[in-house]
């Protein structure tokens, strides 16, 4: 299983865990000889499992024992409580790992049939898979024989999205031609990079090794040098996605993650649609306190949404991702791109006499009215296939008294937690970044045993997402040091005044393009720093008010954060997680910009008018 990368769905293996496997069943056995004396039924079900793979489809550690007490055998070694086959690591760990429940309850599918489960009954254990690729039988009983399954080669290309996501590329590079103003390598990169976004669109491929196959293009064309491709490996922003990843992991595993999950169920949890509005409440109050978005998403929430029943994460994860354009709003300090636009608009002159206050008093209309509107309208429009839940509330009350006090594990993985966090509220006076914040907090988890090195290498969504996030990052980064981006906002501009607007007709069409430019963006922070010094001079000289167009501008931003995977680190976070599908994920980031137009639009410049900003 770890060579072929295959992981198991409640606790991931590493390598280092199949040689402990190994080491425990030869101390006893010799690792030849602990196969040859396994019970013949056990042999013999392995086999029928093979032969009959289309008929059964998968069976679970549970059904497998069963199955053998059923014909006679004896039952296999490390016999566990539920009625599986107790695991090495369990034993080891003397009960440590637990198991995530899915805490609302309702019809769950076992065996063919259909029954319902309580609001806060576990699933049983889920079956593990059994494909002819990852089998090898070996029966030497008469004869010695053994019999090697077929290994299956990986089909992952679909080969016509592949030629629609080269053709795009290719027809920019050969069929427009480059400007005169640009480098032709800046042109080739912008070819790249147009066929690697439209790539990740119809996914021809996994996502990290189509962004790995066009790193390897631009390198192989000499677009970029290997420096240059790599440059984002060191972006602090990829690396914190990368650690607070692990703390999901933690989270999961030792059960803090169902104790918080139980808590946000017994306060908001009478439907699918009053826990999403608890959860934004609660990360409109963390984001005084936690400026990173990045960290809020993997740091709290997609450990705790990962917790709830699979009914109801799609839904949760869409419009968490959606919902942070409110809550990074809210405040100055909510996210990092905010001080940055505020520096800027302060250099470039604009008077603001408490840029805390100003800020405050100006977003907060529009971004409640944003807050309140996200979860309805991802509601109305992508449902979760789990809603009403009355009994749950109650139903996790009592079972938070039954889980009594915290374990020692949970304790050690809540002062690793909140030994972050205290650095994440205080980094800046105390000199700590973020990502620095949770590498001190990944290395107390190590040693304190919260998570071994062998659990945090096994979070392969993590480092696939460090793979595409990176070298979108770079991407990004170097179309604007080759001048490419200067040269679009300029392109536009030159467009927009020729067409003679007026002034508000102007405002409307820059922050338009303003915002859907942040298609070739993979950082919030990055689109600030490139593109809002031009287009805030451009408000201003078609006359927008100075505070009306350095604020609407940055609040423009924050909105900007769940327009694509890519387009923020939380953005990316959520969708590691794995329980959003990119299309779904992608429509109602664009279905969500014209809500949050048409609210600013009009509740924003409504309000704007009445505090005299204009």
């Known amino acids: ?74 039952a296999p070694e490390h016999p566990r409580r539920d009625g599986g086959v107790r695991d090495v690591d369990e034993e080891e760990e003397d009960g440590r790992l637990r ?31 059994v494909e002819l690729a990852e089998v090898l039988v070996r029966d030497c009983g008469e004869g010695g024989a053994e019999v090697r399954a077929v290994v299956e080669e990986a089909d992952e290309l679909n080969v016509t999205n592949a030629l629609v996501a080269v053709g795009v590329g290719a027809f920019l590079r050969f069929g427009i031609g480059c400007p005169a ?14 066929s690697t976004v439209t790539g990740l669109v119809l996914k021809p491929m996994p996502i990290g090794a189509w962004a790995f196959g066009a790193l390897t293009v631009a390198l192989a064309t000499k677009t970029l040098t290997f420096t240059q491709g790599m440059s984002a490996i060191t972006n602090e922003v990829v690396w914190l996605i990368v650690v607070t990843g692990f703390f999901a992991r933690a989270f999961i595993k030792t059960g803090f993650g169902d104790r918080l999950a139980l808590l946000f169920v017994s306060i908001a949890g009478g439907t699918t649609l009053s826990l999403a509005y608890g959860f934004q409440i609660a990360e409109a109050l963390l984001s005084p306190a936690m400026p990173s978005t990045t960290a809020r998403a993997a740091g709290v929430f997609v450990p705790v949404i990962k917790s709830l029943d699979k009914r109801t994460r799609e839904y949760l994860i869409g419009q968490q991702i959606q919902g942070t354009s409110a809550t990074s709003t809210f405040l100055l300090s909510g996210a990092a791109q905010n001080f940055l636009a505020m520096q800027i608009a302060l250099q470039s002159g604009i008077p603001f006499s408490n840029p805390f206050n100003t800020w405050f008093v100006a977003a907060s209309v529009p971004a409640l009215v944003s807050l309140l509107a996200t979860p309805f309208v991802v509601f ?44 994440w509220v ?14 001190i907090g990944m290395c107390f988890m190590l040693m304190f045993g919260v998570l071994s090195w062998d659990e945090a290498l096994g979070q392969k969504g993590s480092w696939d997402t460090l793979i ?15 001048g490419v ?56 000289a078609a006359g927008v008010p100075p505070p009306l167009a350095a604020l609407s501008l940055a609040f423009n931003t924050n909105n900007m954060g769940g327009l ?28 969500m910009s014209v809500v949050n137009f048409f609210i600013y639009g009009t509740v924003g410049m409504s309000w704007w008018k009445f505090i005299g900003l204009y």
């Open 485 to 540: 981006v200067s040269w679009l906002s300029g392109f536009v501009s030159t467009y927009l005044l020729s067409l003679n607007l007026g002034v508000w007709g102007m405002f409307t069409a820059l922050h338009v393009f303003y915002f859907f430019l942040h298609y070739f963006f993979a950082s919030q922070s990055a689109h600030v720093g490139a593109l809002y010094p031009a287009f805030l001079t451009l408000l201003l």
């Open 181 to 194: 103003a640009l480098d032709p390598p800046a042109w080739d990169l912008l070819s790249i990079f147009v």
């Open 380 to 423: 109305m429009l992508d449902p979760p296939e789990l809603n009403e839940t009355p009994e749950a509330p109650m139903a996790a009350a009592e079972r938070l008294k039954q889980l009594g006090p915290l374990s020692s594990i949970e304790k050690k993985m809540v002062g690793s937690l909140s030994l972050t966090v205290f650095l």
């Open 1 to 74: 299983q770890a060579e072929d990368g295959i992981r198991d769905s409640v606790a991931s293996r590493g390598l280092g865990d199949v040689y402990k496997r190994q080491r425990r069943a030869g101390a006893h056995l010799g690792h030849d000889e602990h196969l040859r004396r396994r019970p013949r039924e056990v042999v013999e079900l392995e086999r029928r499992v093979v032969r009959d793979q289309p008929h059964l489809g998968a069976l679970s550690a549970g059904e497998a024992r069963q199955r053998v007490l059923d014909r006679g055998g004896d």
């Open 426 to 439: 205080f980094g800046v006076q105390l000199g700590i970044s973020a990502v620095v914040a949770a590498m």
């Open 99 to 129: 198991r995530p429940h899915h805490v609302l309850g309702g019809r769950h599918e076992f065996d063919g049939a259909q029954r319902e489960l309580g609001p806060f009954e576990a699933v049983p254990p889920q079956p593990v898979r």
């Open 564 to 591: 694509t995977h890519y387009a923020s680190g939380q953005a990316a976070v959520y969708f590691g997680a794995g329980e959003i599908s990119l299309n779904k994920l992608w429509k109602q980031g664009l279905y």
């Open 468 to 482: 595409w996030f990176a070298v979108l990052v770079g991407f990004s980064g170097q179309l604007n040091a080759m």
